[in-house]
């Protein structure tokens, strides 16, 4: 028996056949069987079209091909052609703004992706590049359909390419609330946020299986590629949260915060905290002992619009801190060195992270301010063996590159190469302030008295003594906070009060900056 034969008509007249259609797609709106909806609500998941009903506004939804079915045969695929093929596509609103969807249905052949379920996805990936509108994948899918064999790869492949060429172009979000396998996990590694959620999502290459024959290990699938293991440890997934609502809500809220897509400024919105409003409790939020730590957080919640940010990568690399927020209402993104962490130094782990991030702002016309408290690069071997040097280069040339608004704040250390790779105004900073507490210098204090006055330690009746006083002189010929701003390598020594205000003076008035970067294919970045 087909799906038509089980349509409640059979007539040949116009009324017959619309109410044909609309028996065609009750079937395909409500999936394949009770039973797997029940096995799918088991584990905790909403189903297909609940997802896309909690990321959209309400009544928003447009679904394209929803009569879409396989024409693959074998093994058996000839009597099982459902509607849909498993993913659902089609574009709605997110506060009023288009976004394009494509949402995997795990009740129908696992999710799993074959040749037409991949030319949906090809599709709806082409609309958004061409509407100019942001692209969210809702992933819950088994990796490719093996019964379709190599032309389910080729589908992966045409995925591959089309987030390639999106890449800068559209934000492009991927949203894991299921298992991700295989070679379909580099999709979401292409787009430019991934949000996953405890428990019930997975990603790797090779599955414990795998990993348990070739190497004797034995690891569980959320050991091996849950969202904590890729929110705290490889930093593939920059958002975690315990359940799905959370989840969709939080990619609502992320979008609300993006523009459309590259020819645009990101959204501003009304705000009711005062442009001018004073802050004196930066006064002691930040020691003036440069050896203590504090919460850079606390900074920046008292600088921006009604303390509200949203943090990517929170977990993982917590020596820095990148995020999107809000100044006036404008949308900015923040970078800062996190003292209660390896007390801000940089390193591998950070310098990615601060890079990609800046790339992502200069992409989508996102002004970026950098908030200075960094003592430097972390020293060792791991490090340098790891590749510290190019890993730093690449937060390095993302600065260099950027063309957006860029304004840095120093408000305590900023030593050596460090502080000139946080966006020093020698590498294109438009604006470069600092709080009267700063120390700009090729190194601490007491390292560079240990090099400068060796010699006159070592043959001192009291080394120690003469070592503070060396240290004592260099910092008042040095490291006073006046030093850089008496050089022009600081526009202005600022109160820390007024913070807010001037970093929201300064961006309106960089609000028109236009900047070309000379002509070339591209670059080629550090790796």
Request: charged share 25%.
């Amino acid at each position: 028996m087909t799906l038509l034969d089980e349509s409640p008509t059979g007539a040949s007249d116009a009324r017959g056949r619309v109410a044909e259609l609309h028996a065609i797609r009750e079937l395909a709106l409500r999936g394949p069987s009770d039973r797997a909806t029940e096995a799918q609500k088991a584990k905790g998941k909403l189903t297909v079209r609940e997802r896309i009903e909690v990321l959209l506004d309400e009544g928003s939804f447009h679904e394209v091909e929803p009569l879409r079915r396989h024409r693959a045969t074998g093994f058996g695929l000839e009597a099982k052609k459902p509607y849909t093929d498993g993913v659902v596509t089609g574009w709605g609103a997110v506060e009023g703004r288009t976004v394009f969807v494509y949402a995997h249905d795990f009740r129908i052949f696992g999710g799993a992706l074959g040749e037409a379920h991949a030319t949906k996805i090809h599709k709806i990936m082409d609309m958004a590049i061409s509407a100019g509108a942001p692209l969210v994948s809702l992933n819950d899918g088994a990796g490719a359909r093996i019964q379709e064999g190599v032309s389910a790869l080729a589908g992966y492949g045409g995925i591959f390419q089309r987030n390639t060429r999106a890449s800068g172009v559209i934000p492009q979000i991927s949203v894991m609330l299921g298992p991700c396998a295989g070679g379909a996990a580099y999709s979401p590694a292409l787009t430019d946020f991934v949000f996953m959620v405890r428990e019930t999502s997975q990603m790797f290459i090779t599955g414990p299986d795998v990993v348990r024959a070739v190497t004797g290990e034995e690891i569980s699938q959320n050991g091996l590629g849950g969202a904590d293991v890729h929110a705290e440890t490889s930093g593939v997934c920059h958002f975690a949260y315990d359940d799905e609502e959370t989840c969709l809500a939080e990619v609502r809220y992320l979008i609300s915060l993006l523009p459309s897509n590259n020819r645009e400024n990101p959204p501003s919105s009304v705000c009711e905290d005062p442009v001018d409003r004073r802050s004196e409790a930066l006064l002691d939020l930040v020691p003036a002992d440069g050896n203590r730590p504090y919460d850079m957080r606390q900074v920046i919640e008292e600088i921006v619009d009604d303390g509200e940010y949203l943090e990517v990568h929170e977990r993982w690399a917590r020596n820095i801190i990148c995020a999107l927020t809000r100044l006036d209402g404008q949308v900015v993104g923040v970078i800062a060195n996190q003292p209660q962490t390896l007390a801000g130094v940089l390193d591998i782990e950070a310098s990615e992270k601060a890079a990609r991030f800046v790339q992502m702002c200069d992409a989508f016309n996102i002004p970026i301010v950098t908030l200075l408290d960094v003592p430097g690069f972390l020293p060792g071997v791991d490090q340098e063996h790891g590749g510290i040097i190019r890993h730093g280069a690449k937060l390095l040339y993302a600065y260099c590159n950027a063309t957006v608004p860029r304004i840095s704040l120093i408000l305590r250390k900023a030593y050596g190469g460090a502080y000139i790779v946080m966006d020093s105004q020698s590498i294109g900073a438009d604006l470069t302030y600092a709080w009267p507490t700063n120390e700009i210098a090729v190194m601490g204090a007491d390292g560079a008295a240990n090099v400068i006055f060796r010699k006159q330690i070592a043959e001192a009746d009291d080394p120690e003594a003469m070592r503070a006083r060396m240290v004592k002189e260099y910092k008042a010929e040095l490291m006073h906070p006046y030093y850089a701003a008496e050089r022009g390598l600081v526009d202005d020594v600022i109160d820390p009060t007024e913070t807010r205000a001037v970093l929201i003076g300064s961006l309106a008035m960089l609000r028109t900056k236009h900047a070309d970067l000379p002509s070339r294919k591209h670059g080629n970045p550090p790796q």
